[in-house]
């Protein structure tokens, strides 16, 4: 399959109300424009670059490391991970993010990185998400109850797992929510839990993720309902995709496994459903391929199309069925990697390829940190939220789509609604559309009740609509949609839905503190569904003894004066009618709460402990604080028990006293000497082993010279703050011998990548550092063979002069324009290496890439232009070849292969400048007096990122061939069968001695 950039005909058109999606026009801008993408809004970016602002090592600087999009109470939303807390954005209309909340948890941040917030995860219309924190491990988080997605208070349940990469995935089926994790309450040992959701901390253990009786640990979840049954697409690291059917609901819900599709890959982000066609797009990077599956049967996939890709991001979105999907992909971590395709029945289509790598466009032109995180696509697919570390973008592609047929659509929220209730009718139709109309009608008779029947183009998207709060039973609402095109026919013209109205709300009570002492106040909240007439709560409280009293509100605050049982009920009065006529009413009950004289509680430090740390046990939070309390310890396991805890507010475990990889349940009795009252509780105490010797493996198990051997630390169970090296030997390009490592993007600090620059028998060794603690791992030794070299030095290009740098060559200017510390110009003379005018072609340059300096914030790209020579001058007025070239990263020598290769009539160029802006601006040149003088033209550095060799050699390359395809047999110019000639210059190469009375060529013979 040929993949082409091939501009779409056909736009859509949008209003300025959020969410309104109008119409495809018949004739396209595109063909007017370079691109048929455009560059809409940047919603997280620095203006300027500071010397401070890294690309790691930032906190306080927010980032752009991964996006999700999402549908919420029938809204359509944004969410991104700014690094360390995560931003909402409502997008309705697509192309302008309305920000809606931002997150504080402040969890602080792990030594100095920007990106402790690893991975977090949303779905549809799910209250609770979950996300993975370098601090706090892996966290359950509030969207909270309102119409709006939020982070009320900023609540939060937290796990402390070991790994700190575990998270999880949250899903909703029947109204119910579901959580899957590798960490929380449950008997799973090593991986996934499930469970039911129904507060922050409220978590019910269902079963463990199994596929053929053995646990999995989960790396990314994608829902997708048939509305037949419910499945689940789910990742598994390095193995296959797994698919599960979710049979029924609550604490009856079970996963059965119903296929594990050969090639499908699908972790967090490598896996992406379009359910209006039943397309998947899933990546595997390691094999460098893209599919696209066909799931229209979930139990079966069937695979449709491959394409080549190193890509570890997907998202595959459609306006409606039969429309053609957009896909995006990207590569975290690689500059430029972004692509976007169509995929219809008959394939997959590419488009805009230059437009995501060309650096000249303003988008893409950044000077650090902008590179790949990852992307999502609006619900319709006509707008990408494009993340890059250090920006936030969002890209209109609508230009580059084809025109679909209008489906009609809308979404009423809430659901489900009291009377007394405010709903809102938001028109969701899609594809092209001219005019609309959006009603809601009274049933029976059809009388409209809010919005306009009548199609226009100026109708409003939403509409909202307060449910009578007198009404009768018999009496019901229905909602319309309907779209006009004067194009093309719509597919679904027309939608009508009927509005769920409950006349019978429930109350319900919560009692907080569930646990108090006598004298301590409870507070009492009433929940209930619908709108209640004013002033309708009714409380009755019953003391132990005494006489009973009322109160009035929502939530009223009692004092619990006395021991004993307590009975709560309370009233809540509606305006509208029961189904016999009269006042409803609801009613809810607590009996027999009890208060006590004493509530036993205590803490653990450190949480999460090993065997060889000591272990404090602190009762002073039960109460009452200051009451005459006698405190009673149990430390137990199946197997083993700890007897030395004092009958004190505190015990003190002394290290080696428990177990290692062991659960401890530690009970604490605490009993009011008063009235001998007891009050117990017990927590659990998992221990870890202690006793771990960091080891250190490499490959490969043979390096050369100059070959990049990658050190990793084994054997240590937790994570690592930090790890200083000692490789006892000189590295390529000056490297640090004793590198030291900070956690950060792309490093645990587990791994240290080095290459030796001598051969040899070294030792390596390595310290790390744990929550303050220094431990040595046991040192390795490996040996280097004499053969090899350290990378940078030439292995492309084969025309270059050597040993012709001026040390004094610093005067090499672009008049104010330019910064001589970035350009770099050779001159190439084409009798020096033997190459004939008008007979060779360009067809690569290449820039040498000897330093290292991501950590400085490369790579770094720069512009190089081949431009012919005049008088001794680039002409820079003529562009024979211009390409970037990507250095500072240490990998050797960067090439740049041309499209088509640059024939060349002469001597010739090759200027690196920067930017394009500097293009035309006046260059002042002082020849070197180097060996080869005169070809030479620098500054003190040269290009970004690399440096001059210490032999002198220059740093940019070029690859000339004989220009056989363009000139073939000689022909200078011309051609036969209609070409005109100036001249013919013929090169009868090997050509023996005598006499030719004719030739021929493809258009006949030629008489001399």
């Not at 192309?95 to 402040?106: C, I, K, L, Q, V």
């Not at 698919?243 to 296929?259: I, K, N």
């Not at 998207?461 to 779209?483: C, G, M, R």
């Not at 149990?634 to 006293?657: D, L, R």
Request: net charge negative.
């Amino acid at each position: 399959m040929t993949l082409a950039p091939t501009p779409r005909a056909g736009a859509w058109l949008w209003t300025g109300i959020a969410g309104a999606l109008l119409t495809f026009s018949l004739t396209s801008s595109a063909s007017a424009q370079i691109h048929c993408a455009s560059w809409i809004d940047t919603l997280l970016t620095y203006p300027s670059y500071p010397a401070e602002i890294q690309c790691v090592s930032s906190p306080n600087y927010d980032r752009s490391s991964d996006v999700e999009t999402f549908r919420w109470k029938g809204h359509d939303y944004m969410i991104m991970n700014r690094g360390n807390e995560l931003s909402i954005y409502n997008v309705d209309d697509p192309r302008n993010p309305t920000h809606t909340a931002t997150s504080d948890f402040d969890f602080g941040t792990r030594g100095d990185s920007d990106y402790d917030l690893i991975d977090f995860d949303v779905c549809d219309d799910c209250r609770y998400g979950i996300l993975s924190h370098k601090v706090k491990r892996t966290v359950v988080f509030d969207l909270g109850a309102d119409g709006t997605p939020s982070f009320p208070d900023g609540d939060y349940a937290f796990y402390d797992g070991r790994d700190l990469k575990i998270g999880g995935y949250v899903f909703a089926k029947g109204g119910q929510e579901y959580l899957l994790s590798g960490t929380g309450p449950g008997n799973c040992e090593t991986g996934t839990r499930l469970y039911t959701v129904d507060g922050l901390s409220s978590l019910s253990f269902l079963s463990c993720v199994e596929v053929g009786g053995a646990e999995i640990l989960l790396e990314g979840l994608h829902e997708y309902d048939t509305g037949a049954a419910f499945y689940l697409f789910t990742g598994v690291r390095d193995e296959t995709a797994q698919v599960f059917r979710a049979d029924g609901a609550g604490a009856a819900l079970s996963l059965v496994h119903v296929a594990s599709p050969a090639g499908m890959f699908g972790r967090r982000y490598e896996l992406s459903i379009d359910s209006n066609n039943d397309l998947l797009a899933s990546a595997n990077m390691d094999d460098s391929e893209i599919q696209i599956w066909d799931i229209a049967n979930p139990e079966s996939p069937q695979r449709m199309w491959t394409i080549s890709g190193q890509v570890n991001n997907v998202s595959l979105r459609s306006p409606s069925a039969g429309a053609a999907s957009t896909l995006m992909v990207n590569t975290a971590g690689w500059p430029n990697s972004t692509r976007t395709f169509t995929v219809d029945s008959s394939g997959l289509e590419e488009f805009e390829a230059s437009y995501w790598t060309d650096i000249s466009l303003e988008h893409n032109d950044q000077p650090i940190c902008v590179f790949a995180a990852g992307g999502a696509l609006s619900s319709d697919g006509s707008v990408l939220y494009l993340s890059r570390y250090a920006m936030h973008q969002v890209f209109e592609l609508i230009e580059c789509l084809d025109p679909v047929p209008a489906v009609a659509n809308l979404v009423v929220t809430p659901t489900e609604v009291f009377p007394g209730d405010t709903i809102e009718i938001r028109n969701v139709s899609s594809g092209q559309i001219h005019r609309w109309a959006l009603w809601v009608t009274e049933e029976p008779g059809g009388t409209v009740a809010a919005g306009n029947a009548t199609s226009t183009d100026t109708n409003p998207w939403n509409i909202t609509f307060q449910i009578p709060q007198d009404l009768l039973w018999a009496t019901s609402y229905e909602a319309h949609v309907k779209v006009e095109s004067d194009d093309l026919v719509p597919t679904t013209p027309k939608f009508d839905t009927g509005i769920v109205i409950d006349r019978t709300p429930q109350a319900t009570i919560t009692v907080e503190p569930s646990a108090i002492v006598v004298g301590e106040d409870v507070t009492l909240t009433a929940t209930t569904a619908g709108s209640p007439a004013a002033d309708p709560y009714l409380w009755t409280i019953d003391p132990p003894s005494g006489s009973s009293f009322t109160r009035i509100g929502a939530q009223p605050t009692v004092t619990l004066d006395e021991a004993g049982g307590w009975d709560f009920h309370l009233r809540v009065s509606y305006d509208h009618g029961a189904e016999t006529g009269g006042l409803y009413e609801a009613t809810a009950s607590v009996l027999g709460f009890r208060p006590a004289s004493v509530v036993a509680d205590f803490t653990i430090s450190p949480q999460s402990p090993f065997h060889n740390q000591q272990i404090t046990l602190d009762g002073s939070s039960s109460r009452p604080a200051g009451g005459e309390l006698s405190f009673a310890w149990t430390v137990e396991s199946a197997g083993h028990a700890h007897t030395g805890c004092p009958a004190e507010v505190t015990c003190t475990i002394p290290a080696e006293s428990l177990n290692p990889d062991t659960t401890y349940d530690v009970t604490l009795t605490v009993t009011n000497n008063g009235d001998d009252a007891v009050s117990e509780i017990i927590k659990p105490l998992a221990v870890g082993n202690g006793d771990f010797q960091p080891t250190i493996t490499y490959l490969p198990a043979d390096p050369e010279i100059g070959e990049s051997v990658i050190f990793t630390i084994r054997d240590v169970p937790v994570d690592i703050d930090g790890a200083t090296w000692s490789m006892g030997a000189p590295g390529c390009s000056g490297a640090d011998p004793t590198p030291e490592c900070v956690p950060g993007l792309w490093t645990d600090c587990k791994a240290q990548a080095y290459k030796f620059a001598a051969n040899g028998t070294w030792t390596v060794n390595v310290s790390i550092e744990i929550d303050g603690a220094v431990i040595s791992a046991t040192p390795t030794s490996i040996t280097v063979a004499d053969t090899g070299y350290c990378a940078g030095g030439w292995d492309c290009g084969n025309a270059g002069y050597d040993n012709g740098i001026s040390a004094s060559a610093t005067t090499l200017g672009a008049g104010s324009a330019g910064d001589p510390d970035s350009i770099l110009a050779v001159k190439f003379a084409l009798d020096d290496f033997g190459y004939e005018p008008n007979r060779h072609k360009i067809v690569s340059f290449c820039a040498a890439n000897k330093i290292d300096a991501t950590v400085q914030g490369g790579p770094w790209p720069n512009e190089v232009f081949i431009h012919p020579d005049s008088g001794g001058m680039p002409d820079e007025s003529i562009i024979l070849g211009h390409g970037t070239v990507w250095t500072g990263d240490g990998s050797g020598s960067s090439e740049v292969v041309l499209t088509t290769p640059a024939p060349i009539s002469g001597d010739f160029w090759l200027l690196s400048r920067g930017d394009l802006q500097w293009i035309g601006e006046d260059l002042n040149v002082e020849r070197d007096s180097g060996v080869n003088s005169g070809h030479s033209y620098s500054s003190s550095t040269g290009i970004a990122g690399i440096q001059l060799t210490s032999q002198g050699n220059f740093l940019l390359r070029v690859t000339v061939e004989p220009d056989n395809d363009v000139f073939a047999n000689g022909f200078e110019s011309g051609s036969s069968s209609g070409w005109s000639f100036d001249s013919i210059n013929i090169f009868l190469d090997d050509f023996e001695s005598g006499t030719m009375s004719a030739w021929t060529w493809a258009s006949g013979a030629i008489q001399p």
